[in-house]
């Protein structure tokens, strides 16, 4: 089989064919999402692609009891006996924005009203595209989640660092710096193996950083692991660690009665994809 050539074209040609069939996909923990409402950017230059939207419901289990019969009827669809197939329980609705030009979705995944997962939009798409059929049309369609990109200079300018802990064997490279060095030194005229060193704010309080700390933060995410706590715009504590994966979110505050949802995700969603590709 010829292999086929993937430009912008073949994108919008993807989400032109998946506007033909809003199917409903099955998931864990009984839910149901689907694609709906794909409209172009741009109906000019489809190229700048395509806003929707992602609905969830969950779904009536199949599992019952039948306490007159005293019997189980499991396996046993009750819900399309009773309940209209048009009427969903649960609803939820997650808009998106998808640029063929970057190749990349970005979705809405909290709001007042809403919340769902990366875990679940991410085995969704996958159900959604990785099939037999839109791989005979598109050849081998691949989804996977942007990672965040966690380096020490995002760690140190974050305004509401709670705790960072440094973990680092002895440093070792072609051209130390003084801070290598003297690092170095001290730990092999102490016989010492690995580096821990823990900043932890006062209650209420957040850390602040001087230089040494912020090179000794560098010097850890070269040579060791960088784990730490922050305070986010939600006044939640996350903990995160330069040793794992986390997917990228973007937290954005706005007021839903002055700014329309639509608008800011396609407005953010350029400047995020953007800033993917400057990485």
């Not at 580096?195 to 309080?205: H, L, P, W």
Request: charged share 30%; hydrophobic share 35%.
């Amino acid at each position: 089989m010829a292999r086929i050539r993937v430009t912008p074209e073949t994108y919008v040609a993807l989400f032109e064919e998946l506007k033909k069939n809003y199917r409903e996909i099955p998931l864990t923990r009984n839910n149901y999402l689907k694609l709906r409402s794909i409209k172009p950017i741009n109906e000019d230059n489809l190229v700048n692609g395509f806003t929707g939207e992602i609905f969830r419901s969950n779904g009536l289990t199949s599992d019952w009891y039948d306490e007159e019969k005293e019997e189980r009827h499991k396996n046993q669809n009750v819900g399309e006996s009773y309940i209209p197939p048009n009427l969903k329980a649960n609803p939820r609705f997650f808009k998106f924005v998808f640029y063929p030009l970057h190749q990349k979705l970005v979705c809405e995944v909290k709001d007042p009203e809403n919340e769902i997962s990366v875990g679940i939009l991410e085995e969704f798409l996958k159900s959604l595209l990785v099939t037999e059929k839109l791989h005979t049309k598109f050849g081998r369609i691949v989804v996977s989640v942007v990672p965040e990109l966690i380096t020490a200079e995002k760690i140190t300018q974050c305004r509401k660092l709670k705790k960072v802990q440094l973990s680092f064997n002895r440093p070792y490279s072609d051209h130390p710096t003084d801070l290598e060095k003297q690092i170095l030194s001290e730990m092999i005229d102490q016989n010492v193996e690995i580096f821990v060193q823990t900043f932890i704010a006062g209650k209420n309080e957040f850390l602040s950083l001087n230089q040494k700390v912020k090179n000794l933060i560098q010097l850890a995410s070269i040579h060791g692991v960088v784990e730490y706590k922050i305070e986010n715009e939600e006044e939640l504590i996350e903990e995160k660690s330069t040793a794992e994966s986390y997917p990228l979110i973007e937290r954005v505050q706005y007021d839903p009665d002055v700014t329309d949802q639509g608008y800011l995700i396609q407005s953010r969603g350029l400047e995020i994809v953007s800033s993917i590709e400057n990485e």
